[in-house]
């Protein structure tokens, strides 16, 4: 799987877009991007997916470079309770199905 | 979807001793994972857990140290055995459910918080 680079961690004001970025310049073609986020001392949580497409789903939008050699999670309107540390995973179809996760971004959304 | 649940919860042990964390869906899945987290670390996967079959380990966990067993679709076990304080860690079960293989939604309990003393 495709190696992924995070910043450590971000602020963001209450209410206010989160762009969170990460690089995956090492993306093959039929390796996706996920991300999940993991609120303290909870179990992760899935947020959203793509391959080439934006996506959007209730929780955020992912935008992904054409070339897919990086990609912008979006929290449209940040809230308090969406401080966590937010991992951006790179994995193919075929790997068996299995998440390798990275350091990730800990947001921290002040009010 | 799929809850996953875990027991127990947290827990201190002695040095030297084993436990088994329980991990149980409540709806039948085809892939089960353990992860352990480290005090300020990252998930670090372990093994997936087969059904019927053994554990797949990642590099680096053998089974004499974490065995693993999954008697059907729906249950997991995790030991850890002859913990030593370097073994002190949250341990997460996950899942795949059976629509989402491919579509990328993996299922996490809420963790065993292990303190070995």
Known sequence: DAKTTQPTSMDCAEGRAANLPCNHSTISGNEYVYWYRQIHSQGPQYIIHGLKNNETNEMASLIITEDRKSSTLILPHATLRDTAVYYCIVRALYNFNKFYFGSGTKLNVKP | ?117
């Open chain 2, 1 to 117: 979807s799929a809850v996953i649940s875990q027991k127990p919860s947290r827990d201190i042990c002695q040095r030297g001793t084993s436990l088994t964390i329980q991990c149980q869906v409540d709806s039948q899945v085809t892939m089960m994972f353990w992860y352990r987290q480290q005090p300020g670390q990252s998930l670090t996967l372990i093994a997936t857990a087969n059904q019927g079959s053994e554990a797949t380990y990642e590099s680096g966990f053998v089974i004499d140290k974490f065995p693993i067993s999954r008697p059907n679709l729906t249950f997991s076990t995790l030991t850890v055995s002859n913990m030593s304080p370097e073994d002190s860690s949250i341990y997460l079960c996950s899942a795949h459910g059976t629509g989402t293989p491919n579509t990328g939604e993996l299922f996490f309990g809420e963790g065993s918080r292990l303190t070995v003393l």
